[in-house]
Protein backbone atom coordinates (compact mmCIF):
# COMPACT_ATOMS: atom_id res chain seq x y z
CA UNK A 1 0.00 0.00 0.00
CA UNK A 2 2.57 1.96 0.85
CA UNK A 3 4.49 1.78 -2.99
CA UNK A 4 0.80 2.41 -4.42
CA UNK A 5 0.99 5.70 -2.59
CA UNK A 6 4.42 6.58 -2.97
CA UNK A 7 4.09 5.90 -7.22
CA UNK A 8 0.65 8.50 -6.75
CA UNK A 9 2.43 10.99 -4.85
CA UNK A 10 5.36 11.41 -7.40
CA UNK A 11 2.73 11.40 -10.05
CA UNK A 12 0.71 13.85 -9.00
CA UNK A 13 3.60 15.80 -7.74
CA UNK A 14 4.50 16.17 -11.18
CA UNK A 15 1.24 17.31 -12.07
CA UNK A 16 0.00 19.54 -9.71
CA UNK A 17 2.21 21.71 -7.38
CA UNK A 18 0.95 23.59 -4.31
CA UNK A 19 1.61 27.15 -3.95
CA UNK A 20 4.04 28.35 -1.13
CA UNK A 21 1.62 29.45 0.55
CA UNK A 22 -0.77 26.23 0.55
CA UNK A 23 -1.09 24.71 4.01
CA UNK A 24 -3.50 21.45 4.09
CA UNK A 25 -1.90 18.18 4.03
CA UNK A 26 1.94 19.49 3.97
CA UNK A 27 4.32 17.11 6.21
CA UNK A 28 5.68 19.83 8.81
CA UNK A 29 3.27 22.54 8.62
CA UNK A 30 0.38 22.39 11.10
CA UNK A 31 -2.30 24.48 12.46
CA UNK A 32 0.03 27.60 13.98
CA UNK A 33 1.62 27.90 10.39
CA UNK A 34 -1.56 28.48 9.09
CA UNK A 35 -3.31 30.30 12.03
CA UNK A 36 0.25 32.69 12.21
CA UNK A 37 0.25 32.69 7.55
CA UNK A 38 -3.55 34.13 8.14
CA UNK A 39 -2.96 36.43 10.87
CA UNK A 40 -0.05 38.15 8.63
CA UNK A 41 -2.44 38.47 6.06
CA UNK A 42 -5.30 40.30 7.97
CA UNK A 43 -2.81 42.63 9.78
CA UNK A 44 -0.76 43.00 6.29
CA UNK A 45 -4.11 44.39 4.70
CA UNK A 46 -5.30 46.25 7.49
CA UNK A 47 -2.39 48.59 7.59
CA UNK A 48 -3.13 49.34 4.02
CA UNK A 49 -6.45 49.68 4.87
CA UNK A 50 -7.82 46.79 2.47
CA UNK A 51 -10.17 44.22 3.22
CA UNK A 52 -9.57 40.60 3.12
CA UNK A 53 -11.83 37.61 3.06
CA UNK A 54 -11.17 34.63 4.60
CA UNK A 55 -12.43 31.12 4.55
CA UNK A 56 -12.29 28.44 6.59
CA UNK A 57 -12.85 24.67 5.83
CA UNK A 58 -13.27 22.04 8.25
CA UNK A 59 -12.74 18.69 6.57
CA UNK A 60 -12.32 16.47 9.64
CA UNK A 61 -15.77 14.48 9.13
CA UNK A 62 -15.31 13.80 5.36
CA UNK A 63 -12.62 11.14 5.78
CA UNK A 64 -13.22 7.82 7.36
CA UNK A 65 -11.12 7.08 10.25
CA UNK A 66 -8.10 4.58 9.29
Same mark, same amino acid.
Given at each position: ????????????????????????????????????? /?? *?? %? &???????????? /?? *?? %? &???????
Amino acid at each position: MKICKHVLDSQLEAIVSPTPNYRGFVKGCGIIDATYA /AR *LL %V &ESHEEKNRSVHL /AF *LD %V &EKAFDPT
